[in-house]
């Protein structure tokens, strides 16, 4: 079929600066005359001379709007020069796979359709995000870049009659102003399920969840809250691990999610909590919209923190055969998540980083071959394997251990504290406030602990004390490439190690999410076992009175503890 592109006039939009992951926005803001056109255009302009002749591969997460905005970008792709494009049917391609499909293909990039975590339907979030060549989120240079076009733009190129049949598997050739065009419509879960398959002993898994004649079924509950992962949890836990129909929930993509919160945390994955508590399962996972985060439950929803799981993975990747074939470099967190990783890379003899929120910046070091594991208190935990964090990996990863180690969630933790000691983590959110507010706020408080005074100064709560070491907004040196992030976060970092760190969040689609990241270190084996947030209370309510939360924002509490 031939077709001939056209040239649409447009006026910029001044608010189109993608955040920690991407553009983030109500459905309705996408949804304006222009509005998702001029920030594909400007991705595409992106690319500079890279565009003509490109390949890249497209996919959401199937909520509400993916499917229209995947057809859409098909017909710009055709008509700025795009080579190919292979995109999921329905348009639906989980965060990671779209990862490993850029390496594995090796195209030229690939774009994301997702608001991941956050809340899909007509009236909640949607959101654009583009990934380079290595698979990864695009780092702040190209995002500024991106943002840059947006402000300048003016017109954008569309094939209006191309009308791609999204929904059959198979390859679409068309000629556009007389050049072939080629969309490649395909079965995302294929490819990453033989990726998993190479990474993990799935024989050594498929053992466990079955049982043998000295050791019980290993019962699993995975829910996929209704978002994509389900038909790659289908597939691999049902069909390639032998689990039953009824170890896996919430396995339809829905474009509302089924009204859930697609957020795998102790508040948003709450039916997993509770089914966990009834003590029938041994383990549990949650995977978030785009299946990028997990959270990891133990019998009676014994829970783990991300930081937790993160450092126990590390402690334990000769358990894995990739990391046996690919040698273990470095591990690395983002700068909020507590420090429990640090004492494991101490331990194994590997280098460690700590890097600003968001997964982009773990990208130039893994290409750089300096880094293996790493994760974020975002419920975000992955490998070098791909660039992006991956929720299933995680859960699988934590199967691998388990099989091998033959011990339960809670009793790896417990050793785990009893070898390294015990960081204690808490964040305290609090979503959808005034942005002006919140803005004063971190203005007024950054002002406050960066005068030189205040190091040495003694912050109370009843009769606990802590001393301020250092007090800073992060700044962050990329040692591969020498990019520079600023003012990153404001840290109190004291002189008992423990830390509060208070950072505005880049991913909500309106207002403003202030999140308080509090953890201290413990290493007496008579108070592993506390309380998060018993242990915390003192700290915790330093942090809200430094930060003077309640009277910046109006609110009494936090929209979400974990
Ligand atoms: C994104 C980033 C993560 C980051 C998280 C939270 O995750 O990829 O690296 O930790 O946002 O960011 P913030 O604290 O700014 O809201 P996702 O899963 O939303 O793409």
């Given at each position: 079929m ?12 001044d ?25 594909v ?25 993916v ?5 859409l970008i ?22 990671p ?35 380079t060549?290595?698979g990864?989120?695009?780092?702040d240079s ?20 191309l ?14 102003d ?14 990453y ?15 466990l ?21 389900g ?7 049902v069909?390639?691990?032998g689990?039953?129909?009824?170890s ?36 549990g ?52 998540t ?17 890097v ?29 394997h ?9 859960a ?7 099989a091998?180690?033959?011990?339960s ?13 015990r ?24 002002q406050?602990?960066t ?16 001393v301020?070491?250092?007090?800073d907004?992060?700044?962050?040196e990329?040692?591969?490439d ?15 190690g ?12 309106s207002g ?25 209370s003192?700290?915790?309510n ?14 009494e509490a ?5």
């Open positions: 031939e077709f001939r592109s056209s040239t649409v006039h447009t006026k910029p939009f608010d189109q600066k993608p955040g920690t992951s991407g553009l983030r926005k109500k459905v309705k803001v996408f949804q304006q005359k222009n509005y998702t056109e001029n920030f255009q400007a991705i595409l302009n992106s690319l500079g001379d890279e565009l003509k002749g490109s390949v890249l591969v497209l996919g959401g997460d199937g909520r509400y709007y499917k229209d905005a995947a057809k098909v017909k710009m792709c055709a008509a700025n020069g795009v080579k190919k494009v292979i995109v999921g049917q329905h348009g639906i391609v989980s965060t796979a779209v990862s490993n499909l850029i390496r594995k293909r090796n195209t030229t990039g690939g774009i994301i359709l997702t608001a991941s975590h956050n809340p899909g339907g007509p009236d909640q979030d949607f959101g654009i995000k583009f990934n060549k290595n990864g989120p695009a780092p190209v995002t500024t870049e991106i943002f840059n076009i947006t402000v300048r733009l003016d017109s954008y190129n569309i094939v209006p009659d009308d791609c049949d999204i929904d059959t598997l198979g390859v679409n050739t068309y000629t556009v007389g050049k072939e065009f080629v969309v490649e419509v395909i079965d995302s879960v294929a490819d399920v033989s990726l998993m398959k190479d990474i993990f002993d799935f024989s050594s898994l498929r053992d969840l079955k049982g043998t004649e000295s050791r019980d079924p290993f019962r699993v509950l995975i829910n996929s809250l209704n978002g994509v992962t038909p790659y949890v289908r597939e691999i836990f069909n390639e691990l689990a039953g129909e009824s896996i929930v919430n396995t339809k993509p829905l474009e509302d999610f089924g009204g859930l919160h697609p957020d795998p945390n102790l508040t948003y994955a709450a039916e997993l909590v509770s089914a966990l508590k009834e003590g029938v399962h041994d383990f996972a949650a995977f978030d919209g785009d299946g990028d985060r997990n959270m990891i439950l133990g019998k009676n929803a014994f829970f783990v923190t991300p930081s937790d799981s993160l450092a126990v993975l590390g402690s334990h990747l000769r358990h894995i055969p990739y990391f046996r074939i690919e040698g273990v470099k470095g591990f690395a967190r983002s700068m909020p507590a420090g429990a990783i640090d004492r494991v890379a101490n331990a194994v003899g590997v280098d460690f980083y700590e600003p929120t968001g997964w982009k910046y773990f990208g130039s070091l893994m290409d750089a071959s300096r880094l293996s594991l790493c994760g974020e208190e975002s419920f975000g935990t992955g490998s070098d791909i660039r992006e964090k991956d929720g299933i990996w995680a699988l990863a934590w199967l691998q251990i388990i091998c180690e033959k011990k969630v809670e009793e790896l933790l417990i050793s785990h504290w009893k070898r390294f000691g960081n204690f983590f808490t964040r305290y959110d609090y979503e959808n406030c005034n942005a002006d507010d919140c803005a004063r706020m971190m203005h007024k408080l950054e406050t602990v005068s030189p005074a205040y190091v040495g100064t003694q912050l109370s709560h009843k009769n606990k004390s802590y301020v070491k250092l007090a907004n992060f700044h962050y990329d040692p591969v020498g990019s520079i992030a600023a003012r990153q976060g404001i840290r109190l970092l004291f002189e008992d423990s830390r509060i760190i208070v950072r505005l969040s880049g991913t909500g689609s403003a999410t202030v999140r308080i990241y509090i953890d201290s270190y413990e290493k007496d084996e008579n108070l592993l076992l506390g309380d998060a947030q018993v242990v915390l003192p700290l915790i330093i942090a809200l009175d430094v930060t003077e939360i309640k009277i910046h924002t109006g609110r936090p929209t979400v503890i974990t």
